[in-house]
């Protein structure tokens, strides 16, 4: 273990044991968290020369330094462990052991408060752009094949009882629909936490004039967060706010992945997982199982599991709390997890093959006594008493097809017409922001 950058003439020996528990898993989850943390420093250097604080020489000679660490890191040749008390000390001991008294400078003006701070706002922003762009193109895919196949019959449930007769069109489209909200929540909630901690050190800011604006525009952020003390307050906040956007991609993945679990079984048999998601049983030669539908409809749970033990971090009074450490492991254990998840449903929703012939078999001539009724209704006949009319004259309804059913609601004189190109125009216009 490098000496702990907190170490003086007076310090004591802490024990082992006691340091192990502190630092927990903190520098193995700060390996999520480094790149973002050498980029601020990075900022920070050139932030404290703009000052006057560090020679323009020896911040230029620090980010040459610091951009070796970031290449070494991301090929394997660094590795962040337990030699180092967190990935904040790991920068510092980097720049001193590669520049000596120069790299010693870098911590001038900041606290590992704020350099945590920033590093998880500038996490969250990576994460939560990831989010979009994967809901993005699972929303691609929805109405691809929503075009596709819009026309193919599908009944309709309510209370999982036959209601209607659908279509796949509707039912693609309105999982499209989710997943283009997701996305507008994902960018919305960047854009809520696009603020600048650092320069705020350890909460009380410090005596003399950094550049908080600059450092602030070179590393993108749109704005600063002000106050020192809420720079530290908001830890935990932002991060609740971040697992809300995953938690509503994760809740729609959970609902399509139930319908899907339901439609690929015997009984529906509507649908056909490609082999490729699928895995066998240990016992039953004859299994073939949609375990990735599965985990991924649980992904869900991962993540509101994690929100949960995160927000029980936050009953903290003002300030520095180190119980905030706490609040990584849940924050990247989600994002990791509801990432990888995402990223795979494109592939195997584009994969799903649909049984056409079963889902018209399926759809009864009861299905279609709503549209009778509403037939009477527009002949002048009062709803309640067309309702009772259609409910009368059932055995007549077997004369109708589910696409005469799902073509009169799409027609002009109907209501439920896909209107998909609204839906691509909405993705469109979110693509570009
Ligand atoms: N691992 C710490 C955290 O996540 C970093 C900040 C440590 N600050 C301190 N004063 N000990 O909160």
Redesign the pocket.
Known sequence: MSDYIWKKASSAEVDGRVMRFLAGE?VVLDRELLPFDIRASRAHAQGLARIGVLSQEQADAMDDSLRTLARRFEDGEFVLDSRYE?G?SAIEAWLIESLGDIGARIHAGR???DQ?AVALRLYMKDRLGRLARACEAIAAVCLDRAEREADQVLPGHTHLQQAMPSSLGLWWAGHAEAFIDDVALARQTAAWLDASPLGTASGFGVNFPLDRDGVAADLGFDRLVVNPQYAQNSRGKVELRALDALAAATSDLRRISWDLSLFASQEFGFVRVDPAFCTGSSIMPNKLNPDTVELLRSLHAVVVGARMELESVLSLPSG?Q?D??DT?PPLLRAFARGLDGLAILPDLLASLSWQQDRMREAIAPELHATDRANELVQAGLAFRDAYRQSASEMETLSQRTPEQSNEARRSPGGCANLLLDRLNQRLKSLQMQ
């Open positions: 903190d967190d904040h606290s590992r408060n945590v520095y180190r905030l450490q990584k």
